[in-house]
């Protein structure tokens, strides 16, 4: 499986934007880049993910660099609920496509 | 929105005893992932299905199982349990195994062995 390095924790004033990183410089032409996240004592939660192009929804936006080695996870305002562990996973077009968990960035919202 | 459903929601059992914890899928969803979390590890992924056949292995031990079936909910079932199998236990569902499909995650089973 292609592996994905993440800075262990980073820090963020309420109501201000987040921005978190993601190398996966082995990443594949197939590989979708998906974004998780685990609050405190609950199962994880989907984000967002991506395969080429820029991705927004209502949680979050999804930026992939041009080679695709690299992408970030945009919070335009980070509120104390959005405290959590996050985590970017590549997750293969074809086969199983299981969700392999590394360690993630655990965010920590400053009130 | 149904979302998946896991019970039981929490669990005590003594060594050596046995365990099933089921997970109940979002409706039409037919792939079904399972996960142990350790106190302040990952998620690490056990074992999935797709359309009720085991589809991916992890590091699931040989004294744990886990099937789907024809309702596509599944089950894990674990035996001989040993102190090192407290954790918690995360089922997701899917629709499909394709890369560009979400997970989505119960809220797990707390197994606790004493």
């Known amino acids: 499986d292609a592996k994905t390095t993440q800075p262990n924790s980073m820090e963020s004033n309420e109501e201000e934007p987040v921005h978190l990183p993601c190398n996966h410089s082995t990443i594949s032409g197939t590989d979708y880049i998906h974004w998780y996240r685990q609050l405190p004592s609950q199962g994880p939660e989907y984000v967002i993910h991506?395969?080429?192009s820029n991705v927004n929804n209502r949680m979050a936006s999804l930026a992939i660099a041009e080679d695709r080695k690299s992408s970030t996870l945009i919070l335009h305002r980070a509120t104390l609920r959005d405290a959590a562990v996050y985590y970017c996973?590549?997750?293969?077009?074809?086969?199983?496509?299981?969700?392999?968990f590394g360690t993630g960035t655990r965010l920590t919202v400053i009130p | 929105a149904a979302g998946v459903i896991q019970s039981p929601r929490h669990l005590i059992k003594e060594k050596r005893e046995t365990a099933t914890l089921k997970c109940y899928p979002i409706p039409r969803h037919d792939t079904v992932y399972w996960y142990q979390q350790g106190p302040g590890q990952d998620p690490q992924f056990l074992i999935s299905f797709y359309e009720k056949m085991q589809s991916d292995k992890g590091s699931i031990p040989d004294r744990f199982s886990a099937q789907q079936f024809s309702d596509y909910h599944s089950e894990l079932n674990m035996s001989s349990l040993e102190l090192g199998d407290s954790a918690l236990y995360f089922c997701?569902?899917?629709?499909?195994?394709?890369?560009?499909?979400?997970?989505?995650f119960g809220q797990g089973t707390r197994l606790t062995v004493v």
């Open positions: 996973i590549l997750r293969d077009q074809t086969g199983a496509n299981n969700l392999f």
């Open positions: 997701a569902s899917s629709s499909g195994q394709g890369g560009g499909t979400e997970a989505f």
């Open positions: 991506g395969l080429t």
